[in-house]
């Protein structure tokens, strides 16, 4: 099949035409009403070529390709249609083929619609499709992998809370041995024994936290919590903290400051939450400040002004901001050892720990941020290595 049939139309394309027919990405035939080909362009070329027709074949239009006669093809061209659509190939393999014909010069040009044109290479489909299921494989056995990890993951949980759940009677009696003891109520204490008991006493408290901390975080895993919104003073809540924690920082030789503004007044929180929030921080700041060194504990009434996506201009929300605090702020303010800033954000996930030297499950701030957001709070560190840290949380007083 050579390209062009230069000895049957002396009026065909030059060779350079014939290349750029041969950079279509169609397969191209243009016969003369015997059906003679005048010109098979190289997509066309190899498309006859897969169909058993070799270089040296000249097979005609109609009898070999088409399989109709001419006067099928040219009855319906010459009646006026645009173009016919035909079937071109061997019997067992036949494509598409759309006919037009050139009046001017009497051809015929036949576009064929390959299946092989149009399909891509069988290896190369075989390939993408095993490539998708084995793509789908992965997806599944992952997901299956993720549901059982999170399976075992909540019995653990379960088995940590119940376990938990069971130390909690038994410290709880312990304690009330020391508190009597401590009280002098089962005879007179040397000072030694006061000073050990006090010791274990704080111990317990601190198993009694460790316990409780897991048992909230359970709880918050399970999604069992329920605020407890009551109107509350936050001035009781923290002082009744404040005069709790000022004898463990005496203990440990750390000064401590309360600073709880009187001028806050009640809103809707949950009591015991907060107070857990509070002692998290506290229990965190008197973790990490050393002996001679200072914890604050401040609370004052906050304006927060918070962002939504459509702001006034400033000067309107200067003229509406409301006349009184919407919200507390409470902080935490110690002079420990702070925290690089690289690990701000990742302390109040579950189970982070940054200093390993002190005890501690990596929960305490976690907690914290949940039980705030829950109150639609938000949470936050300031830190400088240099200076100790200040974690401060704001509470809305519209809590609904
Ligand atoms: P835990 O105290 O049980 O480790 P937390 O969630 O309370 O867990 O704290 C996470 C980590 O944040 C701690 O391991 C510690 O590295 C760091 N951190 C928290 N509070 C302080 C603080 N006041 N000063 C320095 N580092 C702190």
Same mark, same amino acid.
């Given at each position: 099949?050579?390209?062009?049939?230069?000895?049957?139309?002396?009026?065909?394309?030059?060779?350079?035409?014939?290349?750029?027919?041969?950079?279509? !990405?169609?397969?191209?035939?243009?016969?003369?009403?015997?059906?003679?080909?005048?010109?098979?362009?190289?997509?066309?070329?190899?498309?006859?070529?897969?169909?058993?027709?070799?270089?040296?074949?000249?097979?005609?239009?109609?009898?070999?390709?088409?399989?109709?006669?001419?006067?099928?093809? &040219?009855?319906?061209?010459?009646?006026?249609?645009?173009?016919? #659509?035909?079937?071109? %190939?061997?019997?067992?393999?036949?494509?598409?083929?759309?006919?037009? /014909?050139?009046?001017?010069?009497?051809?015929?040009?036949?576009?064929? !619609?390959?299946?092989?044109?149009?399909?891509?290479?069988?290896?190369?489909?075989?390939?993408?499709?095993?490539?998708?299921?084995?793509?789908?494989?992965?997806?599944?056995?992952?997901?299956?992998?993720?549901?059982?990890?999170?399976?075992? #993951?909540?019995?653990?949980? *379960?088995?940590?809370?119940?376990?938990?759940?069971?130390?909690?009677?038994?410290?709880?009696?312990?304690? $009330?041995?020391?508190?009597?003891?401590?009280? $002098?109520?089962?005879?007179?204490?040397?000072?030694?024994?006061?000073?050990?008991?006090?010791?274990?006493?704080?111990?317990? !408290?601190?198993?009694?936290?460790?316990?409780?901390?897991?048992?909230?975080?359970?709880?918050?895993?399970? $999604?069992?919590?329920?605020?407890?919104?009551?109107?509350?003073?936050?001035?009781?809540?923290?002082?009744?903290?404040?005069?709790?924690?000022?004898?463990? &920082?005496?203990?440990?030789?750390?000064?401590?400051?309360?600073?709880?503004?009187?001028?806050?007044?009640?809103?809707?929180?949950?009591?015991?939450?907060?107070?857990?929030?509070?002692?998290?921080?506290?229990?965190?700041?008197?973790?990490?400040?050393?002996?001679?060194?200072?914890?604050?504990?401040?609370?004052?009434?906050?304006?927060?002004?918070?962002?939504?996506?459509?702001?006034?201009?400033?000067?309107?929300?200067?003229?509406?901001?409301?006349?009184?605090?919407?919200? *507390?702020?409470?902080?935490?303010?110690?002079?420990?050892?702070?925290?690089?800033? !690289?690990?701000?954000?990742?302390?109040?996930?579950?189970?982070?720990?940054?200093?390993?030297?002190?005890?501690?499950? %990596?929960?305490?701030?976690?907690?914290?941020?949940?039980?705030?957001?829950?109150?639609?709070?938000?949470? /936050?560190?300031?830190?400088?290595?240099?200076? $100790?840290?200040?974690?401060?949380?704001?509470?809305?007083?519209?809590?609904?």
């Amino acid at each position: 099949m050579p390209p062009v049939a230069e000895d049957r139309s002396r009026s065909f394309p030059t060779p350079a035409v014939v290349r750029l027919l041969d950079t279509l !990405e169609k397969p191209l035939i243009v016969a003369d009403r015997t059906g003679n080909l005048l010109l098979v362009n190289a997509r066309a070329r190899h498309h006859l070529e897969t169909q058993g027709f070799k270089e040296t074949d000249d097979p005609n239009l109609f009898s070999d390709l088409l399989k109709v006669d001419s006067a099928n093809i &040219f009855g319906k061209v010459e009646k006026g249609e645009h173009a016919v #659509n035909a079937q071109i %190939g061997p019997m067992e393999r036949r494509d598409a083929a759309r006919i037009q /014909w050139i009046p001017e010069t009497d051809w015929l040009v036949v576009e064929i !619609e390959s299946k092989l044109e149009t399909q891509a290479d069988p290896t190369t489909r075989l390939t993408v499709q095993e490539l998708l299921q084995e793509r789908e494989i992965t997806y599944r056995n992952l997901l299956a992998a993720y549901l059982k990890l999170q399976e075992v #993951n909540r019995q653990k949980t *379960v088995f940590l809370a119940s376990a938990a759940h069971e130390l909690k009677t038994p410290l709880a009696v312990i304690k $009330g041995y020391y508190d009597l003891l401590l009280a $002098g109520s089962l005879g007179r204490l040397t000072d030694k024994q006061t000073d050990i008991l006090e010791e274990s006493k704080e111990s317990c !408290e601190r198993l009694v936290r460790l316990v409780s901390m897991f048992l909230n975080y359970s709880a918050l895993e399970s $999604g069992k919590l329920v605020l407890q919104l009551r109107e509350n003073d936050l001035r009781d809540c923290l002082d009744e903290l404040s005069k709790r924690w000022s004898e463990v &920082f005496q203990r440990k030789g750390v000064r401590f400051e309360a600073n709880i503004d009187p001028s806050i007044a009640t809103f809707r929180f949950d009591y015991q939450k907060v107070q857990q929030v509070a002692a998290n921080l506290l229990d965190n700041a008197l973790k990490h400040t050393p002996n001679g060194g200072t914890v604050m504990l401040r609370a004052a009434p906050h304006f927060w002004e918070r962002r939504v996506a459509a702001m006034a201009p400033v000067e309107e929300r200067r003229r509406f901001r409301l006349p009184r605090p919407n919200s *507390v702020e409470v902080s935490v303010k110690d002079s420990g050892a702070g925290i690089p800033a !690289e690990h701000h954000q990742e302390i109040f996930e579950d189970f982070v720990r940054v200093d390993r030297n002190t005890s501690g499950m %990596g929960l305490g701030l976690a907690i914290a941020k949940r039980l705030i957001q829950a109150h639609r709070g938000k949470i /936050w560190v300031e830190s400088d290595p240099a200076g $100790g840290s200040r974690f401060s949380f704001l509470l809305p007083m519209d809590q609904g």
